[in-house]
């Protein structure tokens, strides 16, 4: 077994939280709102956009990524997306993603870094 309180280097942390966790969370919720990406380049565009919006609505006083979201599902023709209650299965998840030695190894690099 690998040392888990080893430091990994912040480039590499960040990588393994976006590829470990971020991306796999982020298609998961795309493909429950019926949003599949049919290619990588697919899929690292709508990453892009999210982080494009989230940029913009920082540096904004409007609420960019509400408006967004409005156009999306106005030119979509999806309607809104109700929410839907926890079961539990995304506690599990997020229980098991966080029990993943290297996501731990990440999650403490990135801690450290911010301190």
């Known amino acids: ?3 888990e309180n080893a430091q990994m280097d912040p480039a590499t942390a960040q990588a393994v939280i976006l590829e470990g966790v971020y991306v796999p969370a982020f298609v998961e919720k795309c493909a429950s709102l019926g949003v599949n990406f049919p290619d990588e380049d697919s899929l690292l565009t709508a990453l892009q956009t999210v982080q494009m919006l989230k940029q913009a609505a920082a540096e904004e006083e409007v609420d960019i990524v ?5 156009a999306l599902v106005s030119a979509s023709g999806l309607g809104e997306v109700e929410d839907v ?6 506690v599990e998840k997020a229980s098991a993603i966080a029990s993943n030695a290297t996501i731990k190894q990440a999650l403490a690099t990135l801690a450290q870094q911010d301190e």
């Open 66 to 70: 509400k408006e967004a979201h409005d």
């Open 85 to 90: 209650e926890d079961d539990g299965e995304a």
């Open 1 to 3: 077994m690998g040392n």
